[in-house]
């Protein structure tokens, strides 16, 4: 079945320093692939997404590339803020059967 | 517009009762799935209803069951209660059946199981 791995975490980075949270996923026929963010005590929220392989999903200065000969989602940004502090899903969906998440990489911002 | 509205936010229940979640979509959403949140991991796919029909449903046991209403808010069921089914339950709404469009998450009800 379907499946995504993502880097574990915590991941402690200072802020204005560069972000990476690696995605790769398993997957029959051609998904669509998304970032979740959650925020402590909150529900999920769509961060960005893309739908075919080489489109770019980009949001509040997050970016990701779908790229489907090396079956990854990265995420990144340039310069990372306090604010950026939660925990990130990466995701795909390929038909009726909902979402696959990874397990959650915890994004820990300091000063 | 308002977003995906679950209620209650917060729910204890003994062993073995039985519970029943709602979900409002956002409005002109006729997709409806449930995902279950254990601590510390990443969603699981319960059920998704479009339509008012069962579309997919994840590898959960019998005890959990849903509807969808013609008003397109939805109803996830748990029946025997165990404390494994302690976790946080989200609903999902999306435009189509396929998920191309992306899904709205609402803030999710907290279930506690004593």
């Known amino acids: 079945g379907d499946s995504v791995t993502q880097m574990e975490g915590p991941v402690t980075l200072s802020e204005e320093a560069f972000l990476t949270i690696n995605c790769t996923y398993t997957?029959?026929?051609?998904?669509?692939l998304f970032w979740y963010v959650q925020y402590p005590g909150e529900g999920l929220q769509l961060l960005l997404k893309?739908?075919?392989?080489?489109d770019k999903g980009s949001n509040k200065g997050f970016e990701a590339t779908y790229r489907k000969e090396t079956t990854s989602f990265h995420l990144e940004k340039g310069s990372v803020q306090v604010s950026d502090s939660a925990v990130y899903f990466c995701?795909?969906?390929?038909?009726?059967?909902?979402?696959?998440f990874g397990k959650g990489t915890h994004l820990i911002i300091q000063p | 517009d308002a977003g995906v509205t679950q209620s209650p936010t917060h729910l204890i229940k003994t062993r073995g009762q039985h519970v029943t979640l709602r979900c409002s979509p956002i409005?002109?959403?006729?997709?409806v799935s449930w995902y279950q949140q254990v601590l510390g991991q990443g969603p699981q796919f319960i059920f998704q209803y479009y339509e008012k029909e069962e579309r997919g449903r994840g590898n959960f046991p019998d005890r959990f069951s849903a509807r969808q209403f013609p008003n397109y808010s939805s109803e996830l069921n748990v029946n025997a209660l165990l404390l494994g089914d302690s976790a946080l339950y989200l609903c999902?709404?999306?435009?189509?059946?396929?998920?191309?469009?992306?899904?709205?998450f609402g803030s999710g009800t907290r279930l506690t199981v004593v």
């Open positions: 893309a739908t075919k392989a080489d």
């Open positions: 409005s002109g959403h006729k997709s």
């Open positions: 997957a029959t026929g051609y998904p669509s």
């Open positions: 999902a709404s999306s435009l189509g059946s396929l998920g191309d469009y992306g899904y709205t």
């Open positions: 995701a795909l969906v390929g038909g009726a059967d909902g979402l696959t």
